[in-house]
C-alpha cells in the first residue's frame, strides 16, 4: 500500500530561516553561487556568439577584432539586432523594456525579494542580442537581474520565507557581479551596500558565501586575470590630489549630464506610447552610423576603455569619444536596444580621466602623473556617481585593475564626485528611475507596505444595508440591534446612497407618529469621501482622517458604487502598527 506523503516543503519550511538555521542558508548560497556564476558565464559567451555571427569576432576588444569590415556591416548588424529585439520586446516582454538593476532594487524593496523568472529570462535574451549586435549599453545590470530572477526562482520553488528571499536575491547579485568581473569583494559590497542597504550577519555570511563560489566558478573556465591589464603607474607628487578632487568635480557633473541626458531621450521615446517596441531598429541604424564615423562606440565598450586606460586615445580622440558614447548610450536604452548603464560610466570615466590628465599634465608638468592614472580614477568617479554606490566602485575598479597605487586618489575623486550628483540630481541613476515609476526610496518598510497594500486584502465582508424605501420601524429596529453598527443605505440597483448611524439620529425617530412618514433616504447621510477596493491602505487611512469616520463602507469602484466590504480606521491603525513590528523584527 502506498503511503501519501506530505508536501516537502512542510519539511522543508522550518529550516529556510537565515538567521535560525545559517548552515542551510549557507549551503542554499554555495547553490545559487554555483547557478549564477555558470549563468554569468554562459550570458557572456551568448553574447560574444551574437557578436561572432554579426561581426566575425568574439573580442571584447570591438574595435581590435573587426578590423576590416565593410560599412554595410557596421551599419546593417545593429539594425537587424534591433529588429529581433524589437520582436522580443513585443511579444516575449509584452512591451517592457528589458531588466537591469533598478528592476532588482525594485523587487527587493517592494516585492518581497521576487522577481519574475520568465520576464528575467527574456530580458537577458533580448540584451544578448543587442549588445551582441553593436547596442551601446552595459552588461553587468543585465547579469545582476538575471543572477536575482535565478535566485528568486528557487526560493519561490522552495516556498521560502521573506527574509530568506531578500537574502538569497543579495546572494545571486554578489555572485553575478563576481562572476562577471572576477571581483568576489566588489560583488558582496555592491549586494550589500546597493540592494540591501545593510549588512548584517545573517545576510552578510551567506552572500560571501555565494560570491567566492561564483568567482571559483569563473576563475575555473576564463582564469584569474583583472578585467583591464594596465601599466603600473605611479602618483608623482602628493600635489596632484587637488587635481584629483577637482577631477571628482568634473565627474560627478559628467555624471548627472549622462544621467540626464539618458532620462530626456527616455522621455521623448516614451511619447509613442504601445508604439515604443519598434525603436530598437531605428537606435541600431542611428548607432550604426554614428560607428562610421566612431567604431569605439559600438558595444560594451570594455576595448575602448582599455585603450584609454593604456593612454592610446589623443585629448580630442576623447573629448570626441565621451560626447559620442553619452548619446549613443542615451539613444540605445531611451529605445530600449539594450540595458545597463555601468559599461558605459566606465567608458566615459576613463575616456574623461584621460583627457583631465592630458590638461593637468599641459598646466602642471612637474607635478602631474600619467594621464593612464588619471584615466582610472575618473572610470570610479563617474561609475560611483551614476551607480551611488562609493564603496562598491572603489573596490570594483581597485579588483578589475590590481592597482594599488591609485587606492588613495580614487577614494578622493569618488568621494566628491559623489557628494557632487547628489546635490545636483540625486542618489543614483537607479534612484530616479524608480522615482520615475511612482516609487519612493526613502519610504520605510511600513509607510511602504501601507502605500502597496489595498483595502480589499484587510477590509471587512460584514455589514448591514437597508433599501432607501425602507420604513422608519424597520430602520429603528435594525440600527438599536446592531448597537451602533453603521447601517448602509442602498437603492434598488444596489448603490450606497449614505450612511444611517444611531448617534446621527434625533430622538424623533422615536416618535410613532412619523412611522409612515419617515423613510430610510430621509435619514441616509451622503459620504462626500469614498473608499475603493483598490484605494491603498495609506488612501483609506487618510480618507478616514478626512471624513472623521471610524467605519466606512468600501465599493466596487465609482462607476457601480457597490458595497463590497467596510474598513474601519482603528482596523488600519493595528494594521500599520503590525508592519511597523515586523519591519524591526525584520
Excluded at 20 to 45: M, N, Q, S, W
Excluded at 154 to 169: D, E, I
Aim: charged share 15%.
Amino acid at each position: 500500500m502506498k503511503v501519501k506523503l506530505r508536501n516537502w516543503r512542510t519539511f522543508v519550511a522550518p529550516h529556510l530561516d537565515p538567521v535560525k538555521d545559517p548552515v542551510v542558508a549557507g549551503l542554499l548560497a554555495a547553490l545559487t553561487g554555483v547557478i549564477v556564476g555558470y549563468a554569468a558565464l554562459g550570458f557572456r559567451l551568448a553574447i560574444s556568439g551574437i557578436q561572432w555571427l554579426g561581426f566575425g569576432t568574439t573580442s571584447e576588444d570591438l574595435v581590435m577584432g573587426l578590423g576590416d569590415i565593410a560599412a554595410w556591416q557596421i551599419v546593417g548588424v545593429p539594425v537587424l539586432a534591433g529588429i529581433c529585439a524589437a520582436f522580443l520586446i513585443r511579444y516575449l516582454l509584452k512591451d517592457r523594456a528589458a531588466g537591469s538593476i533598478a528592476e532588482v532594487i525594485d523587487g527587493h524593496r517592494f516585492h518581497e525579494g521576487k522577481l519574475s523568472f520568465r520576464y528575467g529570462l527574456g530580458s537577458a535574451l533580448t540584451t544578448v542580442i543587442s549588445l551582441g549586435g553593436g547596442a551601446s549599453g552595459g552588461r553587468e545590470g543585465p547579469i545582476v537581474h538575471l543572477g536575482a530572477t535565478i535566485s528568486s526562482r528557487m526560493v519561490t520553488w522552495l516556498g521560502a520565507p521573506p527574509l530568506l528571499n531578500r537574502t538569497l536575491l543579495a546572494c545571486g547579485i554578489a555572485a553575478a557581479v563576481a562572476a562577471s568581473f572576477n571581483a568576489p569583494i566588489a560583488g558582496v559590497f555592491f549586494a550589500t551596500e546597493v540592494i540591501l542597504g545593510h549588512n548584517r550577519l545573517h545576510s552578510f555570511a551567506p552572500i560571501v558565501i555565494a560570491s567566492i563560489v561564483a568567482t571559483i566558478v569563473s576563475r575555473v573556465h576564463i582564469g584569474d586575470f583583472p578585467a583591464f591589464i594596465i601599466p603600473d603607474y605611479q602618483i608623482v607628487s602628493f600635489w596632484e590630489f587637488p587635481a584629483f578632487l577637482l577631477l571628482g568635480i568634473t565627474a560627478g557633473l559628467v555624471a548627472v549630464g549622462f544621467m540626464r541626458t539618458v532620462l530626456l531621450a527616455d522621455n521623448l521615446a516614451a511619447r509613442l506610447g504601445k508604439r515604443r517596441w519598434m525603436l530598437p531598429p531605428v537606435a541600431g541604424l542611428i548607432i550604426g552610423l554614428m560607428a562610421l564615423h566612431s567604431i569605439e562606440i559600438l558595444g560594451v565598450g570594455y576595448g575602448a576603455t582599455d585603450a584609454a586606460l593604456k593612454e592610446l586615445f589623443t585629448l580630442p580622440t576623447l573629448v570626441q569619444l565621451l560626447l559620442l558614447k553619452i548619446v549613443a548610450t542615451a539613444i540605445c536604452l531611451a529605445c530600449r536596444f539594450g540595458s545597463g548603464v555601468f559599461s558605459p560610466a566606465l567608458y566615459l570615466g576613463a575616456m574623461l580621466g584621460g583627457g583631465f590628465g592630458i590638461v593637468a599634465a599641459m598646466v602642471f608638468p612637474q607635478f602631474a602623473a600619467s594621464h593612464g592614472l588619471y584615466a582610472i580614477v575618473g572610470m570610479g568617479a563617474v561609475a560611483a556617481a551614476v551607480l551611488g554606490a562609493p564603496i562598491s566602485t572603489i573596490l570594483i575598479v581597485f579588483e578589475l585593475t590590481g592597482d594599488y597605487q591609485v587606492t588613495l586618489a580614487l577614494m578622493a575623486a569618488v568621494v566628491v564626485a559623489n557628494l557632487t550628483t547628489s546635490s545636483l540630481f540625486g542618489p543614483s541613476f537607479f534612484h530616479a528611475q524608480l522615482k520615475r515609476r511612482g516609487l519612493r526610496m526613502d519610504e520605510d518598510e511600513a509607510r511602504r507596505k501601507m502605500r502597496l497594500r489595498q483595502v480589499k486584502d484587510v477590509m471587512s465582508q460584514t455589514f448591514v444595508t437597508v433599501p432607501l424605501d425602507a420604513p422608519l420601524p424597520r430602520v429603528r429596529a435594525l440600527v438599536q440591534s446592531l448597537e451602533g453598527q453603521e447601517v448602509f443605505a442602498v437603492d434598488g440597483n444596489g448603490v450606497f446612497k449614505g450612511t444611517i448611524r444611531l448617534k446621527d439620529l434625533t430622538t424623533d425617530v422615536f416618535d410613532k407618529n412619523l412611522d409612515q412618514l419617515v423613510r430610510a433616504c430621509d435619514l441616509a447621510r451622503p459620504q462626500k469621501s469614498l473608499i475603493l477596493q483598490t484605494d491603498s491602505l495609506a488612501q483609506a487611512l487618510s480618507l478616514t482622517k478626512v471624513a472623521n469616520e471610524d467605519t466606512m463602507p468600501v465599493l466596487d469602484d465609482l462607476e457601480g458604487r457597490r458595497i463590497v466590504g467596510v474598513v474601519s480606521r482603528t482596523q488600519l491603525l493595528a494594521t500599520f502598527q503590525k508592519l511597523l513590528d515586523e519591519a524591526a523584527a525584520g
